[in-house]
């Protein structure tokens, strides 16, 4: 196995036996997280990457069985920002050091391709020195390449599974896998810095679902990939399944590191839901990025995609200082920097 982990980080790949291996055992954890950290040092030294995240809907047409915002939910308060409102939540971003902005939301059709690339644009035009992000879901191509046109550069679309059979066992019929990963190399082609990824420990979840996810993000060869633990929220279809496992979560992330020794690795909210150091023992294990939010605070706790989410009550100046803290105590720094995926 030691030589196996060894090899892996020389590699970057191995059989799918012996990832299979890694995956199930604990055994291995501290070689694991140790390797992953000596190569995430190499590449980006003790940087965390902020990326400031503005949730500016949680209307959505799409009905996953695992999400909170889900359409058939009909205990969400649904709310939208206007192009106004999220402009004032990056004009406090910037004033706290965040160069990019992550305009995440629901796959709500208020917002028409020239809606958000008027957002885009007028926040391009206010702060030329930062990067725009989008995750708002499945378009077609023309409308990716609009909002390229008007100035985003990164997107971030996990593709939940790669697994055909599996995507149908979480997602309602008419959502299709194929028409995911239309969408994530259509973002590449156009020129996007893509980020993929997917949940750990959803219901039914195997691993060799978890291998295919590897397989897949080594075809992608995304930039960015943002995985965290499956949490039940109370009014879905998955409410009455255990939460994904932790510890299963942290040695994908160093697997992840050692596979992709370039690509961009948050530590996500859901991490940190999961165990109040889950995002210091993410950044330990590999992980070079956190996402505070940036919502206003009368709106952070209607994105709720699962129960308990951390920092919905905190202003975005309280997290930005929290996770200064936190992502010192674990022995890194945060730098006020776009934070570009570096290249060999
Ligand atoms: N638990 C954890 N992550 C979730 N997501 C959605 N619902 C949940 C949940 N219940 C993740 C999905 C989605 C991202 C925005 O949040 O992977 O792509
Ligand atoms: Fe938000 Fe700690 S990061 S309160």
Same mark, same amino acid.
């Given at each position: ?159 939940? $599974? ?79 399944? $255990? ?5 299963? $979560? ?85 730098? $006020? ?8």
């Amino acid at each position: 196995m030691k030589e196996m982990i060894q090899q892996l980080r020389e590699r970057q790949d191995a059989d799918d036996e012996s990832l299979k291996q890694l995956l199930v055992t604990s055994d291995w954890d501290r070689m694991l997280f140790r390797e992953a950290d000596l190569v995430r040092r190499k590449i980006y030294g003790d940087d965390v990457y902020v990326r400031g995240l503005i949730e500016f809907t949680n209307y959505c047409r799409n009905d996953c069985y695992y999400c909170g915002i889900r359409r058939s939910n009909h205990h969400v308060k649904r709310y939208r920002l206007t192009k106004e409102e999220i402009l004032a939540c990056c004009r406090e971003g910037y004033l706290l050091g965040f160069r990019t902005f992550v305009l995440q939301g629901g796959e709500d059709s208020y917002y028409k391709d020239d809606l958000i690339c008027q957002m885009v644009s007028s926040i391009r035009k206010e702060f030329p020195d930062c990067i725009v992000t989008l995750s708002i879901g499945e378009r077609s191509r023309e409308s990716y390449q609009a909002f390229y046109d008007a100035g985003a550069r990164r997107y971030l679309l996990r593709h939940e $599974t790669a697994d055909d059979a599996y995507y149908q066992k979480l997602h309602p019929a008419g959502m299709l896998l194929e028409n995911r990963k239309r969408c994530l190399f259509d973002l590449k082609e156009i020129g996007f810095q893509v980020g993929a990824g997917f949940m750990v420990g959803p219901p039914f979840q195997t691993v060799e679902h978890l291998l295919t996810d590897l397989r897949f993000l080594q075809k992608l060869q995304p930039d960015m990939i943002g995985i965290g633990p499956f949490l039940t929220q109370k009014d879905t279809p998955f409410s009455g399944f $255990t939460n994904g496992s932790l510890s299963l $979560t942290l040695r994908l992330i160093a697997l992840l590191r050692l596979m992709f020794p370039y690509a961009l690795i948050p530590a996500t909210t859901a991490l940190g839901t999961i165990h109040p150091q889950g995002r210091e023992m993410g950044l330990k294990a590999g992980a070079n990025v956190v996402m505070p939010n940036l919502s206003p605070v009368g709106v952070r706790n209607l994105y709720a995609l699962y129960d308990n989410k951390i920092c919905t009550g905190e202003e975005a100046a309280q997290c930005r200082d929290c996770l200064e803290r936190r992502v010192s105590a674990a022995g890194y720094h945060i730098v $006020t920097d776009v934070g570009n995926v570096k290249r060999k």
